[in-house]
């Protein structure tokens, strides 16, 4: 079992700055990728970011890259999400999550956190 906790969530003005962290614990050694997703009200769980554990490889959604970034700190089992230039669309429960495999798709992905709001004004 993996558990998986995030913070750094809260209410910013379009245009301002979050950072999110999702703090693992447990049997991290069997997680292969780390990965950021988001639910907006009403829509689908969609993928945001990922990254290898090992290998610090990265990878965006076209929505967010260049202004979101995605890190890892291994020896404080910690993923992070640096959220820049934030606009009203990107208001959503974001979501860490830890799986096997290399994977946008939230099915794949096997331990989640509870997740943290992340609001948005205009």
């Known amino acids: 079992q993996v558990q998986l906790v995030e913070s750094g969530g809260g209410l910013v003005q379009a245009g301002g700055s979050l950072m999110l962290s999702c703090a693992a614990s447990?049997?991290?050694?069997?997680?292969?990728?780390m990965g950021w997703f988001r639910q907006a009200p009403g829509k689908e769980r969609e993928f945001v970011a990922r990254?290898?554990?090992?290998?610090?490889?990265?990878d965006y959604a076209d929505s967010v890259k260049g202004r979101f970034t995605i890190s890892r700190d291994n020896a404080k089992n910690t993923v992070y999400l640096q959220m820049n230039s934030l606009k009203a669309e990107d208001t959503a429960v974001y979501y860490c999550?830890?799986?096997?495999?290399?994977?946008?798709?939230?099915?794949?992905?096997?331990?989640w956190g509870q997740g943290t709001q992340v609001t948005v004004s205009s």
């Open positions: 990254v290898k554990w090992s290998a610090g490889t990265t």
């Open positions: 447990g049997r991290t050694f069997s997680a292969y990728a």
């Open positions: 999550a830890a799986g096997g495999y290399w994977s946008w798709f939230n099915y794949e992905y096997d331990y």
